[in-house]
């Protein structure tokens, strides 16, 4: 008897062994943590946009009689703006769970770009007559070398602010029109040693294009959408050197003398991007 409830009591073991294992609590495999380390390289659209002023300075005694007031044609102001998209490569280095340093390249196409113009009446003496002064700023393309430092929130989650080199190449335009005829005369020298400008001619203009370097600062925010993929968000202000154009007058005063000619100034390149990023990872 002892043996046959021996052999019940071995029997049922072994029949609620494999129910009791599969109750057992089973290890869960750890969630992989996101790695940012390594280089990457992708492509950004965008846009950018400035507010710009505008002014003029005279640059010999002729120009000097171009306004009643100090000679000059008034300030203005203008705006402007476009579509941009490029390139970018860089490296990160994820220094624990938190931070990451990183060096970032881009090289953009630039369709920021805008006008305006100055206008007013000339005195009674010597010019009478209206007048109008456009002027023309394009940014034509752009780059920047930035340095980044990044917060992880999460593993798959970058902020970010950045700031570096800024170079492009600003293409500036500018003319005088006159909307009367006029004869233009130097201080000096007789009447028939001027030159008549007339209504509606452009009688000073001048172009300048120039490759320039500045700075550049933002910031944003970069996604990881998979294992070498990340979308990214981000502002940067770009700031590049500035150049005065000389608009230079269509003739001269007399053979062999300097053209009279005007100074147009808008100061530094600066401008505002928004755009967004997909980067691919190696």
């Known amino acids: 008897m002892r043996k ?27 969630v992989p943590v996101y790695d940012w380390t390594g280089f990457y390289a992708g492509v950004n659209v965008g846009y950018g946009w400035a507010d710009r002023d ?23 102001s203008f705006k402007t703006s476009g579509a941009l998209g490029g390139l970018q490569f860089g490296y990160n280095r994820q220094l624990g769970t938190g931070w990451l340093v990183g060096l970032e390249a881009d090289f953009n196409w630039s369709g920021v770009k805008g006008s305006g113009v100055s206008s007013g009446v000339m005195p009674p003496v010597p010019i009478p007559g209206p ?3 456009p002027f023309d700023e394009r940014i034509d393309w752009f780059g920047t070398v930035r340095a980044r430092l990044g917060y992880l929130p999460t ?5 970010y602010v950045t700031g570096g080199l800024a170079y492009g190449q600003v293409t500036r335009s500018g003319s005088y029109i006159n909307d009367s005829t006029v004869r233009f005369t130097e201080n000096g020298l007789p009447d028939n040693s001027g030159f008549t400008c007339a209504s509606g001619a452009t009688c000073f203009s001048g172009v300048s294009r120039d490759v320039t370097a500045g700075w550049t600062v933002g910031g944003g925010f970069e996604y990881a959408l998979g294992e070498r993929t990340t979308l990214k968000a981000e502002y940067l202000y770009v700031s590049l050197a500035g150049k005065k154009i000389t608009e ?7 053979p062999g003398d300097t053209p009279a000619s005007i100074s147009a100034n808008v100061g530094r390149a600066t401008f505002s991007t928004a755009r967004v990023g997909l980067n691919y990872r190696f």
């Open 4 to 30: 046959l409830i021996a052999a019940g009591f071995a029997v049922s073991a072994m029949m609620l062994s494999p129910a009791s294992a599969a109750d057992l609590p089973v290890k869960a495999k750890p």
């Open 54 to 76: 505008l002014s003029f300075a005279p640059n010999d005694d002729a120009t000097r009689s171009l306004s009643v007031s100090d000679g000059i044609p008034p300030a203005a």
């Open 131 to 133: 007048y109008s002064a």
């Open 155 to 159: 593993s798959t989650l970058l902020t």
């Open 248 to 254: 230079t007058a269509l003739a001269v005063f007399i």
